[in-house]
């Protein structure tokens, strides 16, 4: 069973300072990584996927994946009040299903 | 279609009905996913399909719920004697494909909000 774990939050930010996500996961067998943003209400929408360890800097979003540590991140630079939803870790291995970590609420505090 | 689409948006329904919920994935994408998410929860896997067949129903809670996709598009989610914690949104999402080196991204469905009374 894949299970991926996130803190619940609410983590709060100031407006334009870095908000930093996190997200373990124990199926080593993983090879793909998602960060999805959730608002109150509405479905999932992808922001990021990475797949190779590293950094990978997409605008103001970067993700970062460590496959040793089981770790992958996500920084959000200059954050903004719109950047305020719920953000959902999802990984999936090869051929296989999306699973979702419970995800972070963040706010981002004018 | 343009993207993935759930009907109804929302179901209330009497403890012990059936009900069924569609969805109409992106025209080509051969992966379709459903889970259910409860408030302040992530999306919880049910079952997914890889063109006809359920590739992995590990999901389904027990077997009050079932699913198809009969052609290898829509798909329904059919649960039966409905119980009050089925109460949830029940999303709906699609992909081009079910493997490779660079997993394509899923596309989520607006979800079906399920009560049950």
């Known amino acids: 069973q894949k299970e991926v774990e996130q803190n619940s939050g609410p983590l709060s930010v100031p407006e334009g300072a870095i908000a930093s996500l996190n997200c373990t996961y124990s199926d080593r067998g993983s090879q793909s990584f998602f960060w999805y943003r959730q608002y109150s209400g509405k479905s999932p929408e992808l922001i990021m996927f990475i797949y190779s360890n590293g950094d990978k800097e997409d605008g103001r979003f970067t993700a970062q994946l460590n496959k040793a540590s089981q770790y992958v991140s996500l920084l959000i630079r200059d954050s903004q009040p719109s950047d305020s939803a719920t953000y959902l870790c999802a990984l999936r291995g090869y051929g296989q299903n999306f699973v979702f970590g419970p995800g972070t609420r963040l706010s981002v505090l004018p | 279609g343009a993207g993935v689409s759930q009907t109804p948006s929302n179901k209330v329904t009497e403890k012990g009905k059936y009900v069924e919920l569609r969805c109409d994935p992106i025209s080509g994408h051969t992966a379709l996913y459903w889970y259910r998410q409860s408030l302040g929860q992530g999306p919880e896997f049910l079952i997914y399909f890889q063109g006809t067949g359920a590739a992995d129903d590990s999901g389904l809670p027990n077997d009050r719920f079932f699913a198809v996709r009969p052609e290898g598009s829509v798909s329904t989610l059919k649960i039966q004697r409905t119980e009050r914690g089925d109460s949830a949104v029940y999303l709906c999402?699609?992909?081009?494909?079910?493997?490779?080196?660079?997993?394509?991204?899923?596309?989520f469905g607006q979800g079906t909000r399920l009560t049950v009374v």
């Open positions: 999402a699609s992909s081009l494909s079910g493997g490779g080196p660079m997993n394509t991204e899923a596309f």
